[in-house]
């Protein structure tokens, strides 16, 4: 059946969408299901609010956008300015200076597991529009950047890495203006991937771990499992 009553949950828009040219990233606490699970309500509650805290003004100082926190996750944006049409490079290092810092917050918050990130970047065309129910947040975001940059998240346990990129971030972080030979020196090709949602493969890279981070993350993952009482 087909109602002719006006529908009065149609959302305005208060523009056109608009198409931009951006570098995605997606931050996630890693095993916080476990740390909920394991920790006290006031111990995760305070890693949290550091959590964001400090990727929000990370993200602000390498001039990127923030989007949205969505529960341990955080979504951002990098475009390019005026000045610095080198946002594929900036949201390398943004994400780089991320990792650096977070290992400084797990020894602040030691009353919790170790703590870590994964990371998914992505960068391409993106359809942005602000919903009116949800201009309290950034513009939603549309586009297969988005969508990558997500499951690449996803994907970096599997992978091994903790920071994960598409290829069109890669292929555009070399040409920009004057990108530093250590931006992408240890970021190697892992070949096509298959993500949920995509018909065709993408290429990925990832940051190689360092053996100071593969002995942290033994560390915590030791920290994690549990103990078998003896016989």
Known sequence: MTSTEPRTNVIPYPGAPCLRHMAVMFVDLDHFMRICIDDPPEAVFGLLSDFQHLVTDLVASFRGE????????VLATFGDVADRPDCA???LRCARKILEQIR??????????????SIGLQYGPIWTSTIKTSSHFGP????DAVNVAARLEQQAGTLG?????GDDLIQR?????APDASDLAQFVNVGPLLVRGRQTPV????LQMQSSDFLLENASALCRA???APC
């Open 89 to 91: 490079t900036r949201t």
């Open 104 to 117: 400084a917050l797990s020894l602040d918050h030691a009353n919790v597991q170790p703590v870590s990130v």
């Open 173 to 177: 972080a070399s040409r920009e203006s």
């Open 161 to 165: 890495a903790k920071i994960v990129a």
């Open 203 to 206: 290429d990925v890279w990832k």
């Open 66 to 73: 923030l989007n949205s926190y969505q529960g341990d996750g």
């Open 140 to 143: 939603t975001l549309i586009g």
């Open 226 to 228: 549990p103990v078998e």
